[in-house]
């Protein structure tokens, strides 16, 4: 993955985190001085003249101008942004897979979008809907075998029952490899 593809964590005004972006979308943000840098160490916060001149240290993820090395940063807030998104998570197959944290919820088994589909709990020909509600991670084996079959008919019990994710909740794909500086910010989920 590239610098500028690096994910960086962003801050609503009121420091909430609402969103994360890639390094080029927070760059453009903090040279149209919509954002700042937040210096997670001590939780100062710098514009963007102030953060090119900052020392990029050993181990920093940078990107190389002709002129100087930028490090990139972990965690940007906006400078106008008060609102907290309301709509919530879209309802997509990927973000099934987040919400369910890539784990089959009928074994508990680690999986990925190759090796697991999304299950109707109440299959479609059964009347089953095609929401947060009826939908879960499973394991393609299990899929197979469950068939047209509701989970009780199965043998199968769910490990925890599917609902749609809250909206003030932001949610990391487990797969992303998230910076330490991001506990700060970002509650565990339970």
Request: glycine share 4%.
């Amino acid at each position: 993955m590239g610098a500028l593809k690096k994910p960086v964590l962003v801050l609503n005004k009121l420091w909430m985190p609402i969103r994360v972006v890639e390094a080029i979308r927070a760059f453009t943000l903090l040279f149209a001085e919509k954002a700042y840098v937040v210096n997670v160490s001590d939780f100062s916060v710098c514009d963007w003249d102030q953060w090119c001149l900052s020392n990029v240290e050993e181990g920093d993820v940078m990107i190389q101008t002709t002129s100087m090395p930028i490090k990139i940063p972990e965690v940007i807030v906006l400078s106008q942004y008060d609102k907290i998104p309301k709509k919530g998570m879209k309802l997509t197959k990927r973000n099934i897979f987040i919400r369910d944290s890539f784990t089959c919820q009928y074994t508990g088994e680690k999986v990925n979008t190759k090796n697991a589909d999304i299950d109707h709990v109440i299959p479609k020909s059964r009347g089953g809907k095609t929401s947060w509600d009826n939908l879960v991670v499973c394991s393609k084996t299990i899929n197979r075998m469950k068939a047209n079959k509701t989970p009780q008919e199965a043998g199968l019990q769910l490990l925890k029952k599917p609902c749609k994710p809250p909206p003030q909740i932001i949610y990391i794909d487990p797969r992303m490899d998230m910076p330490e500086s991001w506990n700060k910010f970002i509650a565990k989920k339970v």
